[in-house]
């Protein structure tokens, strides 16, 4: 067993270890984890919370001795099924909250197999650490570009199509799993919490070249529920904005297609539309919920751009920073892929 002291993210992946394991319960997991970890916890919430009570209440014998035997218990249902099939060669590194008992515990025994492990120094509150200084005490580690344009642009979708043609990307959007928007939540799913957008987003960052221009899409200081870091939000208003200009036409296609989630729940999107309401005419909400119920996917996008995002947009607009101005006459895959050769081109 290796106890590893992490001094950047960036050793996460230049330590080459097969695989992060992260030991502790499901709820800790659920909050924050390295970004790739699997869970195998050795206690679950209530044996750790078991544990706890007899710890500070009875015994911190006997709770040492419950949680060793919980441990081995839970140690071998990960033995016998996620761990069943590893080779020799395997090499995992383990951590838990602080790098104490239950990350050594289990480091312990699957070194005993022959197994080659690694026990993170500190745990996650040391990883924890490393994020913060990333997030909250460094300046962003590479120039900035910014994807802006009103909504409907097909931002996102050329913003991968840049990335897929070698441009340096940061897919805000894809870590905070929303698409910015009051209709921006894909129906059924969640967004991570703060402390996991975080840790996504600081990971992300570690693996940016910080010779090359980074492209991001424009955004708020908040995605959804989430909120950006202050030196992240300052990079971006600060950073020189390529914008993509298209007609209201084909920017509702566009949307009727990139929505089709959403297109496909009724309910949702009438309460999405509903949600309007402080901001707009009652008989437009009504509009807009007859055009929706009746299927008018592409009239109901150009209503809601014309009517609330782009009158929004022009509001909020910034023109400190410099701009390029990318037109298209439409938004289809074509179209899209040669916007995205020119920002290329652009990002040098």
């Given at each position: 067993?290796?106890?590893?002291?992490?001094?950047?993210?960036?050793?996460?992946?230049?330590?080459?270890?097969?695989?992060?394991?992260?030991?502790?319960?499901?709820?800790?997991?659920?909050?924050?984890h390295v970004p790739g970890a699997v869970n195998l916890p050795v206690l679950n919430d209530s044996e750790r919370a078991q544990v706890g009570t007899v710890y500070t209440r009875e015994s911190r014998f006997r709770a040492r001795r419950m949680g060793?035997?919980?441990?081995?218990?839970?140690?071998?249902?990960?033995?016998?099924?996620?761990?069943?099939?590893?080779?020799?060669?395997?090499?995992?590194?383990?951590?838990?909250?602080?790098?104490?008992?239950?990350?050594?515990?289990?480091?312990?025994?699957?070194?005993?197999?022959?197994?080659?492990?690694?026990?993170?120094?500190?745990?996650?509150?040391?990883?924890?650490?490393?994020?913060?200084?990333?997030?909250?005490?460094?300046?962003?580690?590479?120039?900035?570009?910014?994807?802006?344009?009103?909504?409907?642009?097909?931002?996102?979708?050329?913003?991968?199509?840049?990335?897929?043609?070698?441009?340096?990307?940061?897919?805000?959007?894809?870590?905070?799993?929303?698409?910015?928007?009051?209709?921006?939540?894909?129906?059924?799913?969640?967004?991570?919490?703060?402390?996991?957008?975080?840790?996504?987003?600081?990971?992300?960052?570690?693996?940016?070249?910080?010779t090359r221009p980074v492209l991001v899409e424009a955004e708020s200081n908040r995605i959804g529920a989430l909120r950006l870091p202050p030196a992240l939000w300052q990079a971006m208003r600060d950073a020189p904005r390529l914008v993509v200009e298209?007609?209201?036409?084909?920017?509702?296609?566009?949307?009727?297609?990139?929505?089709?989630?959403?297109?496909?729940?009724?309910?949702?999107?009438?309460?999405?539309?509903?949600?309007?309401?402080?901001?707009?005419?009652?008989?437009?909400?009504?509009?807009?919920?007859?055009?929706?119920?009746?299927?008018?996917?592409?009239?109901?996008?150009?209503?809601?751009?014309?009517?609330?995002?782009?009158?929004?947009?022009?509001?909020?607009?910034?023109?400190?920073?410099?701009?390029?101005?990318?037109?298209?006459?439409?938004?289809?895959?074509?179209?899209?892929?040669?916007?995205?050769?020119?920002?290329?081109?652009?990002?040098?």
């Amino acid at each position: 067993m290796r106890q590893i002291t992490l001094t950047t993210l960036a050793d996460l992946s230049r330590l080459g270890f097969d695989e992060v394991i992260d030991a502790r319960s499901p709820s800790e997991f659920a909050e924050d984890h390295v970004p790739g970890a699997v869970n195998l916890p050795v206690l679950n919430d209530s044996e750790r919370a078991q544990v706890g009570t007899v710890y500070t209440r009875e015994s911190r014998f006997r709770a040492r001795r419950m949680g060793a035997a919980l441990v081995a218990r839970n140690a071998a249902l990960h033995l016998e099924g996620y761990l069943a099939d590893k080779p020799a060669s395997y090499r995992p590194l383990v951590y838990c909250w602080r790098g104490g008992q239950r990350s050594g515990s289990f480091a312990l025994i699957l070194g005993q197999i022959g197994w080659q492990v690694g026990v993170i120094d500190g745990g996650w509150r040391s990883y924890r650490r490393l994020v913060a200084d990333a997030l909250y005490d460094r300046p962003f580690p590479a120039p900035v570009f910014m994807l802006d344009g009103n909504t409907g642009t097909a931002k996102t979708a050329i913003l991968q199509e840049v990335a897929a043609r070698g441009g340096q990307v940061l897919d805000l959007e894809g870590l905070a799993a929303h698409r910015g928007s009051l209709f921006g939540l894909v129906p059924g799913s969640a967004q991570p919490s703060q402390k996991g957008f975080e840790s996504a987003l600081a990971m992300a960052m570690a693996g940016l070249d910080p010779t090359r221009p980074v492209l991001v899409e424009a955004e708020s200081n908040r995605i959804g529920a989430l909120r950006l870091p202050p030196a992240l939000w300052q990079a971006m208003r600060d950073a020189p904005r390529l914008v993509v200009e298209a007609p209201l036409e084909a920017r509702a296609r566009w949307l009727a297609t990139a929505y089709a989630d959403l297109v496909g729940d009724p309910a949702q999107l009438q309460t999405r539309i509903a949600a309007l309401a402080p901001y707009q005419p009652r008989e437009r909400i009504a509009q807009w919920q007859a055009m929706a119920a009746a299927g008018e996917f592409q009239a109901l996008a150009a209503g809601l751009m014309a009517h609330h995002y782009d009158p929004r947009y022009a509001r909020s607009r910034r023109t400190e920073a410099p701009e390029t101005v990318f037109n298209a006459a439409s938004l289809d895959s074509t179209e899209r892929a040669a916007l995205a050769e020119r920002i290329v081109a652009r990002l040098g």
